[in-house]
């Protein structure tokens, strides 16, 4: 496709679809336009998928997720499709400023963070590999939320990505299922029937997404919530236009914002219908495609492959017995094995409190088939495991990991120290009953979005290096070692990086008007805030090193920008003192005349998956540091390996595989070990031996108890430092002194330039089995029983 072909579809799409003139277009005109264009090139390559998977009988993956964290998906296409230069060149004859067109387009708000986006990377790796496969969500009007700060504190405000036509979906109206909640169960003839009494219409859209090179391409199906009656006529007649429009504001209210606050009830409420919604939609989705080629549902497995993304779509396991044994016939025993044979678990968490549980007289209330289905398959597995101590069912609660577990014939971490501890923790009874069902997939990432298409200079000196073959084959960046002792190579490395942190740099001062400079390093902390992820210990080590700086200005310091970003939940107190807390301790330590051309801070507002992409190329430090044997992968650590940042980080999670494959020394270890971590919450008073051990920690503790940040309000976070002085669960205290010392070794290598960026190469040349192009075949070998159709 030459650009000249591609600039007449453009024009074509601007004067039919939007009905505009190139002289009166504007930017998202134009936009929209080469959308519509780059998207006829991807139908083809759509249809031809669909109709090879059919023809060859086919297995299919169904990936069933809250989140899809797909971010912009103007450039990803253009960048698979091959057809980058040429749109530029289009741009570049139509006098159109391309960079400002890719800009425009909003990002997705369908996610939050690593859950989300792990689950786009595995659409993009699926496409690329050839697995026929569905992904599964829901299509919020309104997402997470955007973040604003004002004074400091996190604001939040409806993300209002949808307010302007989505130009990558198709809706497919014919794809329509009614979704039942409350009501009533009838048993009183052969199967029991469910009779809920609020209704709501799941509605299809589907997105293409187009794998490497456009061989292939999968669907993205998402659901909306609608009314099954719009609008009430008699009630608008009776002049109550409130209640006539009701039961669209209902329906809708299901998918219209991810994650709702689900500290009160009726927030409690929503969330779980929202999780049987999409799931349930889904499901049925799933039952028809297979009833539509095949007869025999007991047969099922051999052709389906459920994969469930947290314990979010857990009711699938209930729902699709439902499906099967009360809708289809199939005695419950066969269902429940059927299903089994489908279902498989990811699990993402070893934090007991965040694998969900819902109240047994909520889940009776909103499913009530489904708590009955609940209890006869805790039942099931009892009997089929006499002397068993684990139930789904439990206090009054419903345990929905536990639920997932038994009704998932794999389950699997998503690295193998999260693996391992997985069996030893959170499910070691079930692993002990069902020794072979849980399996290792280390998470990976997507080189096309995470390297080829967001750091184009990197990925010009590597394909100038050993080729282009690596896009789709990221393990031979290992070619690259060869290269790394030419100084030339080394040079050009380093260019790239810093062409990468002027562009920050520029984009930091319009945006927020904070000047950084550009030759300090660039140290990095994004991802969503949570006490164990720790920001709160990388605050104190910068309070600690500002201190520092001002008591010894004459020092040869080591010049650094902290930067932070990232989304606290809107009912999570502590993680958003934690936010404003930075954002006072930045305004004070980047307006001190002595250390600010050492030390600056800044918080990024709005963390999405566009900011990521300016972020991650331009870092020297990536910062790693939650509590031992609480993260169970992360994947914007290898986000940053992979484009050249060295890691500061503790033994956990994926950072474990990412300091043996890079080289101990080129990952700096700070911190206990998990089992250490253990072992410190037994001492008494920890916290407190910890402070006393430390006077960088216990001056920077009394800096935040004093107001030394906050003399307008010297108590704002006195609980703060109450908790780092008291329970300080997550073990900030006790790891702070390892912390500081590390961070001090991390100075003096980057005062040493061309040994950090030897150092630097060499994270990239060897994080090539982070690919989600090798997680993906590694499902679909260990766990979907799934081959590549191409």
């Not at 929202?274 to 052709?303: C, G, I, N, W």
């Not at 971490?413 to 069902?434: D, P």
């Not at 949570?530 to 080591?558: C, F, G």
Request: include cysteine.
């Amino acid at each position: 496709m030459t650009h000249a072909d591609l600039r007449a579809d453009m024009l074509r799409h601007l004067t039919y679809s939007f009905g505009k003139d190139p002289e009166h277009a504007h930017i998202r005109d134009w936009r929209m336009a080469l959308s519509l264009a780059v998207r006829d090139r991807i139908v083809d390559p759509w249809f031809d998928a669909t109709r090879k998977t059919y023809a060859g009988g086919h297995k299919r993956v169904y990936y069933l997720s809250m989140e899809f964290l797909i971010g912009r998906l103007l450039e990803d296409a253009i960048v698979n499709l091959g057809l980058l230069e040429t749109a530029r060149d289009a741009f570049a004859d139509l006098g159109v400023d391309f960079t400002e067109v890719l800009e425009n387009e909003p990002d997705a708000a369908l996610g939050n963070g690593g859950l989300g986006r792990l689950a786009a990377c595995f659409l993009d790796s699926l496409s690329t590999i050839g697995c026929p496969a569905y992904g599964y969500g829901i299509r919020y009007e309104h997402g997470l939320f955007r973040q604003s700060f004002v004074d400091g504190r996190q604001v939040e405000e409806p993300e209002d990505w949808l307010l302007q036509p989505h130009a990558w979906e198709f809706q497919r109206p014919e794809a329509a299922f009614e979704i039942g909640f409350g009501g009533s169960v009838d048993e009183s003839g052969r199967r029991a029937v469910w009779r809920p009494d609020e209704m709501v219409v799941a509605a299809a859209y589907d997105t293409p997404i187009v794998g490497w090179q456009g061989r292939w391409a999968n669907t993205l199906r998402l659901w909306s919530a609608k009314p099954v009656r719009a609008f009430d006529l008699e009630s608008f007649n009776r002049g109550d236009y409130v209640g006539a429009a009701a039961p669209e504001a209902l329906a809708r209210t299901i998918s219209r914002v991810l994650y709702p606050d689900d500290t009160t009830e009726q927030g409690k409420a929503l969330r779980l219908k929202q999780e049987y919604f999409f799931t349930a939609s889904s499901l049925r989705d799933v039952v028809r495609r297979y009833l539509s080629e095949h007869d025999d549902l007991r047969a099922m497995p051999e052709k389906v492959a459920i994969q469930l993304n947290d314990t979010h779509p857990a009711i699938a396991g209930p729902e699709l017995v439902r499906l099967l044994h009360d809708e289809k016939g199939l005695p419950f025993e066969d269902a429940e094995q059927a299903a089994r044979g489908c279902l498989s678990y990811t699990n993402h968490t070893l934090m007991p409190e965040a694998l969900e549980r819902w109240p047994e007289e909520l889940m009776a209330s909103l499913l009530p088939r489904h708590m009955q289905l609940i209890e006869r398959i805790d039942q099931a597995h009892a009997k089929a495991n006499p002397g068993r101590k684990v139930t789904a069912i439990e206090d009054g609660e419903v345990k929905m990991g536990e639920l997932s577990f038994m009704m998932a014939h794999k389950v699997n971490g998503v690295s193998a120290l999260h693996t391992g501890l997985m069996k030893e923790t959170v499910f070691a009874e079930l692993n002990r009953l069902h020794p072979d069902r849980i399996v290792n997939q280390t998470n990976g990432v997507t080189p096309r979005r995470w390297l080829l298409s967001s750091n184009p200079g990197l990925s010009r000196l590597i394909d100038d290096t050993i080729g282009n073959g690596w896009v789709d084959d990221l393990e031979r960046l290992s070619e690259l070692e060869s290269h790394i002792e030419d100084n030339g190579f080394r040079e050009a490395f380093a260019e790239a990086k810093a062409s990468n942190k002027r562009e920050l740099a520029r984009f930091v001062r319009e945006t927020e008007g904070v000047e950084i400079d550009p030759d300090a390093m660039f140290d990095i902390q994004i991802k969503r805030i949570h006490e164990y992820k720790r920001q709160h210990l990388n605050i104190l080590e910068t309070i600690a090193y500002w201190r520092a700086i001002q008591e010894n200005p004459d020092r040869d310091w080591t010049p650094r920008v902290k930067i932070f970003a990232g989304k606290a939940a809107p009912g999570y107190v502590f993680a958003k003192k934690i936010i404003h807390l930075v954002n006072d301790v930045a305004r004070m330590v980047n307006d001190d005349p002595v250390t600010s051309r050492f030390l600056k801070i800044v918080y990024l507002p709005n963390y999405n998956v566009s900011l990521a992409e300016r972020l991650i190329p331009a870092a020297d430090l990536s910062e790693q540091i939650s509590t031992a044997g609480k993260e169970a992968s992360g994947t914007g650590n290898m986000k940053f390996a992979l484009n050249g940042a060295l890691t500061i980080g503790t033994l956990d999670g994926a950072n474990v595989e990412i300091r043996e494959r890079v080289g101990a020394e080129n990952f700096f270890l700070f911190g206990m070990t998990a089992p250490e971590v253990v072992a410190r919450r037994t001492v008494a008073n920890h916290a407190e031996k910890a402070i006393a051990e430390s006077p960088e920690l216990a001056r920077a503790i009394g800096d935040i108890e004093d107001g030394v940040f906050t003399m307008d309000d010297p108590e704002r976070y006195r609980d703060i430092a109450q908790n780092l002085r008291g329970a300080d669960y997550f073990l900030v205290c006790s790891d702070f002194s390892s912390y500081y010392d590390k961070q001090r070794e991390v100075d003096a290598a980057y005062r040493n330039r061309d040994e950090w960026n030897q150092k630097a190469a060499l994270n990239t040349a060897r994080s090539g089995w982070f690919s989600s192009d090798r997680t993906i075949r590694g499902y679909m070998n260990d766990i979907w029983m799934a081959r590549s159709a191409l």
